[in-house]
């Protein structure tokens, strides 16, 4: 078989299998319309209806999605969930999460009915949205009006951000409740000498303590250590305990004023973003939803409270830096192919992952690949510059894998057998013609 045979034959076959999944996710659809059609026809509407007597047994109303959902009839849920042939548990979970779809999440729904949103990822959503409030739940939904490219770490970012607005209470009792079990442990030492070590530790003191074992790692290399990075980091863990040389905050005998010590400092930098308003939902409701602020940390990618921001920032020793603002959408090229620190900083805080398909590596840690090639006349400028990891970035380099960008921080894929792939704040949505139209392939067996 020659090579056009063989791509011919290998693209009809990703075509006969983007149609079959678009049929068998239609399937899911008439399934859950049907779920919430009976779910309609047997819900105990108040409490005059929670408990009655059906043929002399007790019949009582079951809530199984969240708070603002409607409880159903125990008795006639057993006959549905017998009639889908599904386990008494993993029945009432997933009809659980069909209701919570349909009550609670109605733009989830209706992009699940539209076939823009999986059955599979819409009942993931569910799943993390059924301890919230209404309102948390509600302000998730109009999140995700368009949810097909959301990544699982940026919904559970989400979701614990609807806590962290509407339940400030409640969140800031569970993370005092959850540093509480902050510990390091040492093991016992093995045969080989070597001790295992065990830790749960503040965020912010978590990304200190790497900051320094990798700037101690790196150290090490440049003094001619040529162990491998993990024994490196290992060996600079056991020397911040014999004190890290290179930090630069002194301790003074207090009698003499001589240096006796080093400590390590925390340097805090905020990256505020400005605007006339502090919502960042369009809908009316929002307006009176009594939000909460709600910080963004940008190393560890996820919301955190004011209170523990003060927290952070009321630690001894501690440096804060306040950054001028940053025009996210300036454009000052520059003559040469190396990219200038301001150039990363735009294109990082902008774009924030890998922009390849579904790809969610943080941008930090991503190449900058030039659009339009540097020596093809692409200029060195955050407008010609988009952050890819290593891997993508040759598949971009080394295969027909290419893409164009038809408006800023927007990115539409092509792969080599002609899929297609828009890729932008939202995530990552196939671009399908009109036989092709299914959302996202059902996940792998687990």
Known sequence: MDLGTRASSTASLLSRLSAGIEARNQLFIEEWAGIVEWASDHVIAGPEGVATLTEGY??????????????VSEFALMELIAVLGRTPDGGKAYVGRVIECAW?????????????????????????????????????????WDASGVGWAQLERLVTE???????????????????????????????????LDGVLDAADGHDLNQAVARRAETLAKLGDDSSLDVRRSKAAAELARHDLALDLLIPDPDTG?????????????????????????????????????????????????????????????????????????????????????????????DHTCRFPHCTRPARACDLDHARPHSEGGPTCPCNLVPLCRRHHRAKTHSTWRYDIPTPATYVWTSPHGHRFRVDHRGTHPIRTDTHRSSDPDPPDE
């Open 58 to 71: 007790l019949d009582t109303g079951v809530p199984i999605a969240g708070a603002g959902a409607p409880l």
């Open 104 to 144: 609670r999440l109605p733009n989830v729904y209706a992009a699940v009915v539209a076939g823009r949103l999986a059955p599979w990822r819409a009942e993931r959503i569910a799943d993390l949205t059924r301890r919230l409030s209404a309102d948390a739940a509600a302000f998730v939904d109009r999140q995700l």
């Open 162 to 196: 609807a806590v962290l607005r509407f339940d400030p209470e409640h969140a800031e009792a569970e993370r005092r409740k959850a540093a509480d079990h902050r510990h390091f442990d040492i093991g016992e030492v093995d045969e080989h000498g070597l001790v295992h």
């Open 258 to 350: 001589e240096v006796v010590d080093t400590v390590p400092g925390r340097k805090v930098v905020l990256n505020l973003h400005i605007t006339n308003t502090t919502l960042t939902s369009d809908s009316p409701a929002d307006d009176q939803a009594g939000w909460n602020p709600v910080g963004r940390w940008e190393e560890g990618r996820c919301p955190v409270t004011s209170a523990q921001i003060r927290e952070w920032l009321r630690a001894r020793h501690t440096t804060v830096i306040v950054r001028p603002v940053i025009d996210l959408a300036d454009h000052v090229p520059v003559g040469a192919y190396e990219i200038p620190g301001r150039h990363k900083t735009r294109v990082i805080l902008r």
